[in-house]
């Protein structure tokens, strides 16, 4: 059964409006949920982890325990926003499990 | 630090062919990952490796997938034969003080095999 869960092979949205990109996981322990990004020509990289509760480029996301979701948001979307949205959880002593991706696409 | 270097870049290849994906992690990282991105599947880990012994190897397709990490600097992937539904971008990243941590990822290698 898939761990990471990203309903959304591809999302569009129109510049200025609103993002979410949604994630859920399967986890009964105190998870650590990440959000990578690959822009286009670009390495696969680190956008924010939710211990660090930090915005990033505008982002953010809050880990939902009840509902075990961590969906990544941002108020108005850019067209640099544009671009290949994993998420990913780590359980303890194995390695990140990433979702299957989601493509963010910014029209102008 | 040029961060972590993969080659070659691309990779085009005939079915039945052996090819060979090379990686350099960033200095000093002890963990090192390998993945495949599919449109169908998204990012798979394949195997990974601590200090450089094997750890996890149970994402590797099939046995004509193989990896080594000889040293601390140097990791290949090699397949063989070479399978059309193996391309891929095949995707080397390697972390710091265990697998919670940031990983870093290299470019990529893009593989076709006709």
């Known amino acids: 059964a898939q761990r990471v869960t990203q309903p959304e092979k591809l999302l569009s949205v129109f510049k200025g409006a609103p993002v979410e990109l949604k994630c859920n996981y399967s986890y009964s322990g105190s998870p650590e949920l990440f959000w990578y990004v690959q822009y286009s020509r670009q390495r696969l990289q680190l956008l924010l982890r939710?211990?660090s509760r930090e915005s990033i480029k505008g982002f953010t996301a809050d880990l939902n325990k009840g509902e075990t979701s961590f969906h990544l948001k941002k108020p108005f979307a850019q067209e640099e926003d544009s671009a290949m949205y994993y998420c990913a959880l780590w359980e303890g002593n194995t390695p990140l499990v990433f979702g299957k991706g989601t493509r963010l696409s910014v029209i102008a | 630090d040029a961060g972590v270097i993969q080659s070659p870049r691309h990779e085009v290849t005939e079915m039945g062919q052996e090819v060979t994906l090379r990686c350099k992690p960033i200095s000093g990282h002890d963990y090192l990952f390998w993945y495949r991105q599919t449109m169908m599947r998204g990012l798979e880990l394949l195997i990974y490796f601590n200090n450089n012994v094997p750890i996890d190897d149970s994402g590797m397709p099939e046995d004509r997938f193989s990896a080594k990490m000889p040293n601390a600097s140097f990791s290949t992937l090699k397949i063989q034969p070479s399978e059309p539904r193996d391309s891929a971008v095949y995707f080397c990243?390697?972390?710091?003080?265990?697998?919670?941590?940031?990983?870093?990822f290299g470019p990529g290698t893009r593989l076709t095999v006709t």
């Open positions: 939710h211990i």
């Open positions: 990243a390697s972390s710091l003080l265990g697998l919670a941590y940031e990983q870093y």
